[in-house]
C-alpha cells in the first residue's frame, strides 16, 4: 500500500476541499489561542485524522485554493453529534453502501464504505452579525480519483443482502390482534349469555325452584226438585309429600298410617322420589291423602314431620246416606265421578282445577321466595245439578220396596214413580241398595239402578200396549167383544188362560181384568205383526230412554224376520220382547197423558256457579194414540182392580180410582233366562184425570212375585197422593161386564 499523502485533495474545480471550519471560527487549542464562539477547533477532525490545525497550516501552502467564506469538514461516523453509539453500525447495515455510493468515492479501496457528511459556514447561510457562519453539513463532493491510487473494482454480482433483524412492532400487532380477538369471542359470548340464551337458562333454573299446589274446584251439589242436597261438597284438607324434603319416608309413613287409615307400605310408596312425566325434575307433591277432615289433618300438622303438608280439600257427602244412591252415584277421593249421575255429568259437576306454581327455596328455606316466580289459577267451580227428584217420595218408595222384597226373599227389585204430563221422575227406587257415603266394600250389582238395567220380558203388562195399537188402528172398538176359548196353539206351543172362558163371549174389559192371554193373541192376529212391532216403538220399547243414568239398557223387540210360529203367540202377551222398568213405564205414562209420549228425565235444571239455572233441554215427544182411544183404554185397565176376581185388585187405592194391569215375566241376564219369576204392576190414578204412575217389578228366585208387586204399588201411590195433596176421585169406578150376553 502506498504512503498515504497528506496534500489535501481538490475536487473537480481544484479547490481545496477539506471539512475544517471557516477561518477565525476558533483557534487551536495547543496554542492557546481562544476559539471563536468557543467551540474548539481539536474537536473537529477531517475523515483523514487531520485537524483544522492542519487543514488551516496547509492552506498557507501555495497551490492550495483558500476559501474563507466556506470550508467543509468531512467527519468520520464516529464524530457524529447523534449521541448514539450504534447509528453507525445500523447505517452499515442498513444503509451504508448506498451512502457510500452517493458520496462517490471512488479512489478508496474496494470494500470500504464510509459516512461523510458537511457542514456548511454559517456565513453562507447569510449570518446578520457578519460572523462567519459554523460549516453546514452537506454530503462532501463525490472525491477524485488519485492517479497513483489504482480504481475499485465493482463487484461482478449484487452481495448478498444481509439478514433482516426481527421486528418487534409485527409481533406486538399480532399480539394485539389475538388478544382483541379473544376478548371480541369473550365479549359475544356473554352477549348471546345475556340477551339471546338468557329465557332458556333462567326458565331451566326456574324450574328446580317452583313448586306446585294444585286448587281443587269445588265440586258441583246434587239436589233433588226443591233444592234440599242429595249429594255435596264439604271443606276437608288433603295431606300431601314433598319426596324431597323427606328423610326417613319408612318412619314417616307409620307416623301418619294411624291417623290417615291408610297402610304405611302405600303410604311409603307415594313417598319414593320420582321424576315428572317427561323431565328430568323430581316430583316435589304427591297426594296421600284427600278428604280428609279438619281435626285429622290438624293432628298431622302437629306431627311437623318433614315434606309432610295439609292443604285445603274438599270431601263429597251424601246425606241421606243410600237415598237414591243408586240413581246419584258416587265418586272417588280424587272427586271424580265413578258411578251413578256423579259419572255421567262429572265434567259439569268438577268444574276446572286451579293451581298455584310458586318458587321455592329448598331445606330449611322452603318457602315462598318474595319477589321470585308466582302464578295462581284460580278453580272454576262446578255446576250443580236440580233432579226431579222429591226427597222425602224417594225415602217412602225405596223404604216400601225394600220391606216388601224382604218379606218375600226377592232379589232384585225396582220401583218408578213418573209425573203425567211432564215426563219427570219423581221417584226411582232400587233393591238391594248401599251406602253410596261409603260405597267400600259393595258389590256391583247392589250399586247397579235396576229401573235402567233390570232387562225383563214383562210379560202381561205388555197386553196395554197390544190393546191400545188395536184401538188406534180401529182392529177393536171400546165394545167389542170376542169368543175366547180355553187355549189356542201357535206354532208348536199351546197358550192358555188362567181364567177358562170356555168359549163365551168377553168383553175387553174382561180380558184385560182376567189378563186373558187368548184375548189378547186374537187381537194381535187381527192388528198384524208388523203394526205391533210399529206401535212397540212407539210406546218406547228397544231403544235406551236416555233418563241420565249410565248403562242404562236398550232393551230389545224382536224383528218380523225372526218371528216363529210361536212368536205370534208370545209377543203379544209380553214374551219374547226385553224392556227395562223405566220403558214400561215410560208407557203406561203415554197411555196416561192422553196418548202422548213424553220421554222420562231425572235432570230439571242445570245451576251454573253464578246461581243462574238453566232448564233441561225438552224431553222427547210423540203422539202414539188419540185422546179418545187413550181414554178408553185406561177405563178398560179400571177393570184389573175393580172387577171381581181381577188380577190386580190388591192394587186398588181407597178413595181413588186406579187403573193398571199385572204381570208374570221373567228375568233375563246376557239373553238368558234367569230361575223364578218377575212380578210386576205398573198404575196410574186417579185414573179419571191420571196425575201419576207406579211401575213395580220384582224378581223372585222361589216364584210368588204377584204377592209382592201390586201391594208394594197401593201403599207407594197412597202416600204419593196424599203427598201431593192430591183430592179424592169424586166418583165411583165404572160397572163392568166380563160376559156380556
Do not use: C
Request: aromatic share 4%; net charge positive.
Amino acid at each position: 500500500m502506498p504512503p498515504r499523502s497528506e496534500e489535501p485533495r481538490r475536487d473537480a474545480t481544484g479547490s481545496r476541499r477539506g471539512s475544517s471550519r471557516a477561518a477565525g471560527r476558533g483557534a487551536d487549542p495547543r496554542s492557546g489561542e481562544p476559539g471563536v464562539g468557543g467551540i474548539s477547533d481539536a474537536r473537529a477532525y477531517t475523515p483523514r485524522g487531520r485537524t483544522i490545525r492542519e487543514e488551516r497550516s496547509d492552506a498557507g501552502r501555495p497551490g492550495r485554493d483558500e476559501r474563507p467564506a466556506r470550508a467543509e469538514q468531512r467527519r468520520t461516523p464516529r464524530s457524529t453529534r447523534s449521541g448514539d453509539p450504534f447509528r453507525p453500525a445500523l447505517q452499515v447495515l442498513d444503509g451504508g453502501r448506498a451512502a457510500a455510493t452517493r458520496t462517490g468515492r471512488r479512489d478508496a479501496p474496494a470494500g470500504r464504505t464510509g459516512v461523510v457528511r458537511t457542514v456548511t459556514p454559517r456565513a453562507a447561510r447569510g449570518s446578520p452579525d457578519g460572523e462567519p457562519p459554523l460549516p453546514r453539513r452537506r454530503p462532501a463532493p463525490r472525491p477524485t480519483r488519485r492517479p497513483d491510487r489504482p480504481a475499485a473494482r465493482r463487484p461482478s454480482r449484487k452481495p448478498p443482502r444481509p439478514p433482516k433483524l426481527a421486528d418487534p412492532r409485527r409481533r406486538l400487532r399480532l399480539g394485539t390482534v389475538l388478544t382483541l380477538a379473544l376478548f371480541a369471542t369473550i365479549g359475544i359470548r356473554l352477549v348471546m349469555l345475556q340477551a339471546v340464551d338468557t329465557p332458556a337458562y333462567a326458565g331451566g333454573g326456574v324450574q328446580d325452584r317452583l313448586t306446585r299446589v294444585d286448587l281443587p274446584a269445588p265440586r258441583g251439589a246434587i239436589t233433588d226438585r226443591w233444592g234440599d242436597p242429595l249429594a255435596h261438597s264439604v271443606e276437608a284438607r288433603y295431606v300431601f309429600a314433598d319426596p324431597t324434603l323427606i328423610e326417613d319416608a319408612t318412619a314417616t309413613a307409620r307416623a301418619l298410617s294411624p291417623l290417615l287409615g291408610i297402610p304405611s307400605s302405600t303410604l311409603a310408596e307415594k313417598m319414593r322420589p320420582r321424576t315428572l312425566p317427561g323431565s328430568t325434575t323430581q316430583s316435589r307433591f304427591e297426594y296421600l291423602a284427600r278428604g280428609v277432615e279438619i281435626a285429622t289433618a290438624t293432628k298431622v300438622q302437629a306431627l311437623e314431620l318433614p315434606g309432610i303438608g295439609v292443604h285445603r280439600d274438599e270431601r263429597r257427602e251424601v246425606p241421606g246416606g243410600d237415598l237414591a244412591a243408586n240413581l246419584i252415584g258416587f265418586t272417588s277421593q280424587d272427586m271424580l265421578g265413578l258411578e251413578g249421575l256423579e259419572a255421567r255429568y262429572d265434567k259439569l259437576l268438577r268444574g276446572q282445577d286451579g293451581s298455584r306454581v310458586y318458587e321455592a327455596g329448598l331445606g330449611d328455606l322452603n318457602a315462598p321466595i318474595p319477589g321470585g316466580y308466582s302464578r295462581t289459577t284460580q278453580p272454576k267451580p262446578g255446576s250443580s245439578l236440580r233432579l226431579t227428584i222429591d226427597r222425602d217420595l224417594q225415602f217412602m218408595v225405596q223404604r216400601m220396596l225394600s220391606d216388601a222384597m224382604a218379606q218375600s226373599k226377592g232379589s232384585t227389585g225396582a220401583a218408578v214413580v213418573i209425573e203425567v204430563g211432564s215426563g219427570e221422575v219423581l221417584a226411582q227406587a232400587s233393591h238391594p241398595t248401599y251406602n253410596a257415603a261409603k260405597p267400600l266394600p259393595s258389590q256391583p250389582t247392589d250399586r247397579e239402578d235396576a229401573a235402567t238395567s233390570f232387562v225383563v220380558d214383562p210379560g202381561s203388562v205388555h197386553k196395554a200396549i197390544t190393546f191400545g195399537a188395536a184401538l188406534q188402528e180401529g182392529v177393536i172398538t171400546p165394545d167389542t167383544t170376542l169368543p175366547i176359548a180355553n187355549a189356542v196353539r201357535r206354532g208348536d206351543t199351546w197358550f192358555a188362560d188362567t181364567h177358562p172362558a170356555n168359549g163365551r163371549r168377553m168383553s175387553l174389559a174382561g180380558m184385560m181384568a182376567y189378563s186373558s192371554n187368548v184375548g189378547t193373541i186374537e187381537i194381535a192376529h187381527r192388528l198384524g205383526r208388523e203394526r205391533l212391532i210399529d206401535y212397540q216403538r212407539r210406546f218406547g220399547l228397544g231403544e235406551a230412554t236416555g233418563v241420565g243414568i249410565p248403562g242404562e239398557a236398550d232393551g230389545r223387540l224382536l224383528p218380523a224376520d225372526e218371528w216363529s210360529g210361536s212368536s205370534y203367540g208370545s209377543v203379544p202377551i209380553g214374551h219374547s220382547v226385553d224392556a227395562t222398568p223405566l220403558q214400561m213405564a215410560a208407557a203406561y205414562a203415554t197411555i196416561a197423558n192422553n196418548g202422548t209420549y213424553v220421554q222420562p228425565h231425572l235432570i230439571k235444571e242445570v245451576i251454573g256457579p253464578d246461581g243462574k239455572g238453566k232448564p233441561a233441554p225438552a224431553p222427547v215427544t210423540r203422539s202414539v194414540l188419540s185422546p179418545e182411544n187413550a181414554a178408553a183404554l185406561r177405563t178398560i185397565l179400571e177393570a184389573v182392580t175393580t172387577v171381581d176376581g181381577a188380577t190386580g185388585t190388591a192394587a186398588a187405592v181407597p178413595g181413588y180410582r186406579v187403573a193398571g194391569k199385572t204381570g208374570t215375566g221373567w228375568r233375563l241376564v246376557d239373553g238368558r233366562k234367569q230361575p223364578g219369576e218377575v212380578a210386576s204392576f205398573i198404575g196410574m190414578a186417579p185414573a179419571e184425570n191420571p196425575r201419576y204412575v207406579i211401575a213395580v217389578f220384582a224378581h223372585t228366585p222361589s216364584g210368588g212375585g204377584g204377592d209382592i208387586a201390586a201391594p208394594a204399588f197401593r201403599d207407594m201411590m197412597q202416600f204419593t197422593l196424599r203427598h201431593y195433596r192430591v183430592p179424592p176421585s169424586g166418583g165411583a169406578p165404572p160397572k163392568f161386564l166380563v160376559y156380556p150376553r
